[in-house]
């Protein structure tokens, strides 16, 4: 099995896979393929043993770690891995699998193929649906506001699989690269330039679903809280985000009324109150 190790804001599957939680900006849902923007940084990663006490009841069982969000951003994964020795990798929220679609399970599936290979697959924006791609966003600071109705709720739950024995190399091989080299994705030093689409291409696996060691893996759910629940949890605000209503603009992306909900911490005009709730149609995939 792999063990995971947390690192300020990254994930190691012991030497296999790293995974980054990038911020950047919600795409607006007008039907339209908009190009998606840039990395903004990452976002941090707290531990939910930490914080046992005063989390729900339903996360000390699971475990894993939780990662606060304003109304304002969204976020893509960001994966990195060894070359010579690649992983397959799942993604599951609420019950679906976020990159075919369909229904969560813990196997590997080539038709439809619901898993990516990493380092091959160097980022995921969302969760791919038949009209397109949903970004991972934190549920709308609201009451009464109801999951997707999964046991799981929105927790994201991320599985990686080892190759076979024998399939590729033990040790790496003797010429010298840079971990670096294949850590791409939306381009994360130019905040406003936009790359890749919201139709995002998931690269075949050229390996076959027969490499992957389905006995042999490590996992860890990832719980996405929106800026109240975190300092309910926590006792603390959020660390500020650098998603801004100037890096909307800088990018092109139209700036929401409902990005000014985390603005809430001070007392607001009954108009400004008024106009929070005026959220319009909103059918991004959310997490509780």
């Not at 339209?32 to 989390?55: N, Q, S």
């Not at 193929?113 to 609201?142: E, K, M």
């Not at 990018?251 to 009324?257: D, E, F, H, L, R």
Request: proline content about 10%; some cysteine.
């Amino acid at each position: 099995m792999l063990d995971v190790d947390i690192r300020g804001g990254e994930l190691h599957f012991d030497a296999s896979v790293t995974i980054r939680f990038m911020r950047t900006l919600r795409i607006p849902d007008d039907g339209r393929e908009c190009p998606l923007p840039a990395g903004l940084g990452e976002f941090p990663i707290f531990h939910v043993a930490d914080y046992a006490d005063r989390v729900p009841a339903s996360w000390r069982g699971r475990g894993g770690v939780f990662i606060p969000m304003y109304q304002r951003e969204a976020m893509w994964i960001s994966f990195s891995g060894r070359r010579w020795k690649p992983n397959a990798v799942k993604i599951g929220i609420a019950g679906i699998n976020a990159i075919s679609g369909g229904e969560w399970n813990e196997t590997l599936s080539a038709h439809p193929q619901d898993y990516v290979v990493v380092p091959a697959q160097s980022w995921v924006a969302g969760i791919h649906t038949g009209d397109g791609l949903r970004q991972f966003v934190a549920a709308p600071l609201r009451r009464g506001h109801a999951s997707a109705g999964h046991p799981a709720g929105g927790m994201i739950r991320i599985v990686v699989f080892e190759p076979k024995p024998g399939r590729f190399p033990d040790k790496p091989p003797s010429w010298e690269y840079d971990d670096e080299d294949w850590m791409v994705g939306p381009d994360m030093d130019d905040p406003e330039l936009g790359v890749g689409y919201a139709r995002q291409t998931i690269h075949p696996d050229v390996h076959g679903v027969d490499t992957w060691d389905l006995s042999n893996s490590g996992h860890l759910n990832v719980h996405i809280v929106n800026t109240r629940m975190f300092k309910r949890i926590t006792g603390c605000p959020p660390p500020p985000s650098p998603v801004t209503a100037e890096a909307y603009k800088r990018a092109g992306v139209p700036w929401s009324a409902l990005y000014e909900a985390d603005m809430d911490d001070v007392p607001s005009r009954p108009r400004l109150r008024k106009a929070k709730s005026l959220n319009g149609r909103q059918t991004d995939f959310v997490l509780p």
